[in-house]
């Protein structure tokens, strides 16, 4: 399995930014794809999850209503739309997958630097 996460950048307060995941080498209709972040000094934190055969998306409470993840199935690629940017949202953001039946990820990408400015 290979998560390709890209997109992340600088941006200040109240901007917008897309991430993008390109999986491969995976089932897709048998994993949940998802987005974890991790700030500095914090510990990785579930941001939005959604499944490859349905739209039934789960978000964080911190990023409900800025944040929308969504799937492109001919591109094998899933989004992380970000609007409304905080410094809080300052963080690495990791793309993972996980089987359905598991609770853990199983599959991590290389994280993409999302810094937001006051």
């Known amino acids: 399995v290979q998560l390709q996460a890209s997109g992340g950048g600088m941006v200040q307060t109240g901007g917008s930014l897309r991430l993008s995941c390109a999986a491969s080498r995976l089932t897709f209709s048998r994993y949940v794809m998802g987005w974890i972040r991790q700030a500095p000094g914090k510990e990785r934190e579930f941001v939005a999850s959604i499944r490859w055969t349905t739209h039934t998306p789960k978000y964080a409470d911190s990023v409900k209503g800025r944040f929308t993840i969504s799937k492109d199935k001919a591109k094998s690629t899933v989004y992380l739309q970000m609007d409304n940017l905080s410094p809080e949202d300052t963080a690495v953001y990791y793309c993972?997958?996980?089987?359905?039946?598991?609770?853990?990820?199983?599959?991590w990408g290389q994280g993409t630097q999302v810094t937001v400015s006051s």
């Open positions: 993972a997958a996980r089987l359905l039946v598991n609770t853990e990820w199983d599959y």
